[in-house]
């Protein structure tokens, strides 16, 4: 009995938020103009599958270009949720002149909570970012899990 209740609270404190990394290759992201604008390319990507996600941190690895009169210090990109709520990464800060450069960084902890489990991005020339998240259970698996656990508690009392 010992050993089923060990495997148990081993198996729940494992379901409770299991951390994963998203790897997201940035080409194909295109900034037209300002933050906002219609023209800009956003990606939209699931990483909780319907459950909420919270991103415990970003890392990066990204090429960009900025054509005269911008800067690479100008060039961002927007880390938030569908609510448009979040971050905004700047790797090229300081670097106040046209032309292309190389960045890399990270991990910066970002605890951000995605209520949808959606990442919304935006805005880059080439490379990559990477997310350490985690899904958060949804309420329905929780209660189980408490049952469960419950049930075998009272059937020990038992006996």
Not at 126 to 131: K, Q
Not at 136 to 149: C, N, Q, R, T
């Amino acid at each position: 009995m010992k050993k089923l209740l060990g495997l148990l609270a081993v198996t729940s404190a494992a379901s409770f938020g299991t951390a994963a990394v998203y790897f997201h290759a940035t080409v194909g992201i295109d900034s037209m103009d300002e933050y906002g604008d219609p023209d800009n390319v956003v990606h939209l990507v699931d990483l909780g599958g319907g459950n909420p996600v919270t991103v415990n941190s970003v890392a990066w690895d990204v090429d960009l270009f900025a054509d005269s009169p911008s800067y690479l210090s100008e060039i961002s990109v927007a880390i938030m949720h569908t609510g448009l709520s979040g971050f905004t990464l700047t790797p090229g800060t300081g670097d106040n002149f046209p032309g292309s450069d190389t960045y890399t960084g990270g991990p910066d902890a970002l605890g951000l909570v995605l209520p949808d489990g959606f990442l919304r991005l935006g805005v880059w020339e080439d490379g990559g970012l990477t997310f350490d998240y985690t899904v958060v259970p949804e309420p329905a698996s929780m209660i189980a899990l408490g049952a469960g656990f419950a049930a075998v508690m009272a059937r020990r009392r038992r006996k």
